[in-house]
C-alpha cells in the first residue's frame, strides 16, 4: 500500500471503541473501503520501499497488498518486472487505472494470503509493506512470503511499530497487530535468511492533520537457499 494514511486502516465504524473486527482481514471489507472514496493512499510510493529497494537489481517483484498500485508503479518505473496482489478487486481495478495512467506494465492478481492461498516461488523481490496480520497467521504469513523468494532473492516486509499505539490513537487491541523488527526476524530461519536490516526507522507523517512521527519496523533479508 503507497504512502499512507495506513494507521487509520484498522479502523471500520466503532471498531475503536470494540477492538478488533475479523472482518478487516476479508475482501468485502476492503471492497467497501476503497469503494467509499476516490483514493485511500497517497499515491506515492511508501519511502521504505524506495529506500530499501533502490540498489537493487531489477528483476521479477511481488508488491503484497498492493492497494491502489503506488509501489508496484513505481517498481515498474524502476525497470521491475512487476505483479500487484491484493484481496480486494476494487484495488486491483484502481490500481490498474493508476498503472495505465503512469503508462507501465504490471501484472495484477487477486491473492487472498489470509485465507492461505500461495504465491509461486518466482520472485527476486517480495515487498509487503503495512501487511498486519493476525498475530496467530504471522509466522504462516512471514512462511509464505519467504516461500515466494527465489535463492538470492529479497524480502522486505514494513510495519508499524507498537510504540506508534498511542500517536496514532489506536485501541490498545491493536497492539499484537504491530510488530518490532525482532519479532518479524525471529520468524525468519537463519539458516534461509541473511537478514540485512532489521530496525525501527522514524518519519514525520500527518495523523489526523497534525504531524506527528511514527515508527516503521524494517526487516530486510536475502534468500541464502
Do not use: K
Amino acid at each position: 500500500m503507497s504512502e499512507h494514511q495506513h494507521g487509520q486502516a484498522h479502523q471500520h465504524g466503532d471498531d475503536h471503541d470494540r477492538g478488533i473486527d475479523p472482518a478487516m482481514w476479508t475482501a468485502a471489507f476492503w471492497d467497501e473501503r476503497y469503494a467509499g472514496t476516490d483514493a485511500v493512499w497517497s499515491g506515492r510510493p511508501n519511502r521504505r520501499l524506495v529506500e530499501q529497494a533502490a540498489d537493487l537489481p531489477p528483476g521479477r517483484a511481488v508488491d503484497v497488498g498492493c492497494g491502489e498500485g503506488a509501489d508496484a508503479v513505481w517498481l515498474a518505473q524502476q525497470g521491475w518486472q512487476v505483479t500487484g496482489v491484493d484481496v480486494s478487486r476494487v484495488a486491483l481495478e484502481r490500481a490498474a487505472a493508476h498503472a495505465a495512467e503512469a503508462g507501465v506494465a504490471v501484472e495484477w492478481r487477486r491473492v487472498d494470503l489470509m485465507a492461505g492461498e500461495e504465491l509461486p516461488a518466482t520472485y527476486d523481490l517480495v515487498s509487503a509493506h503495512f501487511l498486519h496480520p493476525p498475530a496467530d497467521q504471522l509466522a504462516d504469513v512471514l512462511r509464505r512470503l519467504g516461500a515466494a523468494v527465489v535463492p538470492g532473492g529479497t524480502l522486505l516486509f514494513v510495519g508499524h511499530h507498537p510504540r506508534d499505539l498511542a500517536a496514532r490513537d489506536q485501541h490498545a487491541s491493536m497492539l499484537p497487530l504491530m510488530l518490532t523488527p525482532e519479532q518479524v526476524v525471529a520468524h525468519l530461519d537463519p539458516q534461509v535468511w541473511d537478514v540485512r536490516v532489521a530496525e525501527t526507522q522514524a518519519r514525520e507523517q500527518l495523523v489526523e492533520g497534525t504531524p506527528t512521527t511514527v515508527h516503521d519496523s524494517v526487516v530486510r533479508a536475502v534468500r541464502s537457499a
